[in-house]
């Protein structure tokens, strides 16, 4: 049994680092190794149950322990703990926001990345059953559904059978997706085909200490095939600011529902395409920028620490950027235009987790306070969607518990706009708002209309 460290110092009081992912150590999927870091870990919440209030993990957790004999984690089963594990959907909210205990603390917890550790071991087992590994392969194969499901008439066939009862009732039974998940509408009107048709121009490009001034969009599969109007958004708006943008034009999926999932010779697969394309973008001079929170997470963080001596996945990084971070860092040296047409009013924001979470501050509120008229509110708590938590069977109502907080803030600020940096968080969150908010955009949607674009 691996035993808890002793440590004079209730939490830690130095910068929080993170140890590498040893994900190709053989002893990272020895089961009884897993067991002992997480009767360790789980020993460690008991005392703590700061993260109470974040997901369904800890609740989960708790409860096990609460109910268990002893009234502590000595007499709860092994065979339960994957019950915790099945509710972490990777968001990394605990490690980034409230753990005192992560390295250079001598505990060095990571329960992220433990539960990636057994998410891993399980899928490499199966151990789940047939249909679940069915489910999860589809829903995480992002690439291929994006891709087919958004070919002309293939996609508005799908559309109109998912938005049917008749249709999702029986699916639900044959692969575990809920019938009540809104799940995302395909749209052959593609990013590539949208950005061939715009015509607006840069005047001159302009580098400052820490952009280039010319970036190449990673699409990204989400944004690519189900919001391109998004990506297209993004496109206007770094265009009408002077910046060069190209749309990267081969890629794969970042590789986060396979991460998540616990797949990782999958993330492998698509890190060694995706890698030698950013940086042959870059080696030309551009920086790269997706518009999608977790897939920027995935090379700034988590690509990097499962490949800690890839030099590449290091300089790219350094030069891959949250929309809303690039022109903040370009508004330092005046290269962000303030020609705003349009005036807003309240707007209900919501910071996605996996924006959060690479610490680089709320620098979509800072943009959008800009616009004349607006008056942000902002909610720093997850919606609970995480791209497959709240389509799936067994999770979907946990993600509409998860997500109340969120929508109850936005109901008592009662906005004209509600947004998140997250598309899927913010159609899951607008979904369950009864109040009269008008409109949910994207926040490079609600800029775009704010310059009057
Ligand atoms: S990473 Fe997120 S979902 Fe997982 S345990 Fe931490 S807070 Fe919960
Ligand atoms: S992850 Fe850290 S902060 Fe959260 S309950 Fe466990 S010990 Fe406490
Ligand atoms: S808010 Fe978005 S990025 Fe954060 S966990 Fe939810 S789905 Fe993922």
């Not at 090379?299 to 950027?321: A, T």
């Not at 709320?362 to 389509?391: F, N």
Request: with cysteine; charged share 30%; hydrophobic share 35%.
């Amino acid at each position: 049994m691996a035993e808890k460290i002793e440590s004079s110092r209730e939490g830690g009081i130095d910068a929080p680092t993170r140890h590498a992912l040893d994900w190709t150590n053989p002893d990272f999927y020895n089961q009884d190794k897993i067991d002992d870091e997480l009767y360790r870990t789980f020993e460690i919440c008991h005392g703590c149950r700061r993260c109470v209030s974040l997901c369904d993990a800890y609740p989960t957790l708790f409860d096990l322990i609460d109910e268990s004999p002893s009234y502590d984690i000595d007499t709860v089963e092994k065979s339960d703990y994957n019950k915790v594990v099945d509710e972490c959907y990777m968001c990394d909210l605990c490690y980034q926001t409230k753990c005192p205990y992560v390295p250079p603390h001598p505990w060095a917890l990571d329960f992220p990345h433990l539960m990636l550790r057994a998410k891993a071991k399980k899928f490499k087992d199966k151990k789940d059953g047939l249909q679940k590994r069915i489910r999860n392969k589809l829903l995480s194969s992002t690439d291929f559904t994006m891709k087919y499901g958004s070919i002309p008439l293939v996609d508005v066939t799908i559309n109109t059978l998912n938005g049917s009862q008749i249709v999702r009732k029986p699916l639900e039974g044959l692969l575990g997706i809920h019938a009540k998940a809104d799940l995302p509408k395909f749209k052959s009107n593609n990013l590539k085909k949208r950005v061939e048709k715009l015509t607006n121009s840069v005047d001159k490009v302009q580098a400052n200490e820490s952009t280039t001034g010319k970036v190449m969009v990673f699409g990204t599969c989400y944004c690519n095939y189900s919001v391109p109007e998004v990506g297209e958004d993004l496109f206007t708006v770094f265009r009408h600011n002077n910046i060069q943008t190209e749309l990267m034009q081969q890629e794969k999926c970042c590789g986060m529902p396979k991460f998540e999932l616990g797949d990782l010779e999958s993330v492998k697969k698509a890190k060694e395409y995706n890698a030698p394309r950013f940086l042959e973008a870059i080696n030309d001079g551009y920086d790269i920028v997706a518009a999608v929170p977790s897939c920027v997470l995935m090379f700034k963080q988590e690509l990097p620490l499962m490949f800690p001596g890839d030099e590449e996945l290091q300089k790219i990084k350094s030069r891959i950027f949250d929309p809303f971070e690039y022109l903040s860092l370009r508004d330092k040296d005046g290269l962000l235009k303030k020609d705003f047409k349009i005036e807003f009013d309240k707007i209900s924001y919501q910071a996605a987790c996996h924006q959060r979470v690479q610490n680089i501050g709320p620098k979509t509120k800072e943009i959008l306070s800009l616009i004349p008229g607006a008056e942000i509110d902002m909610i720093e708590r997850c919606s609970g969607h995480d791209g497959t938590y709240a389509v799936k069977k067994e999770s979907h109502e946990k993600s509409i518990k998860i997500r109340k907080p969120v929508v109850s803030k936005v109901e008592r600020f009662d906005p004209k706009t509600f947004t998140s940096d997250c598309p899927m968080a913010a159609k899951h969150v607008g979904n369950g708002v009864t109040t009269e908010t008008e409109t949910v955009l994207h926040p490079m949607s609600i800029l775009k209309d704010a310059y009057g674009l």
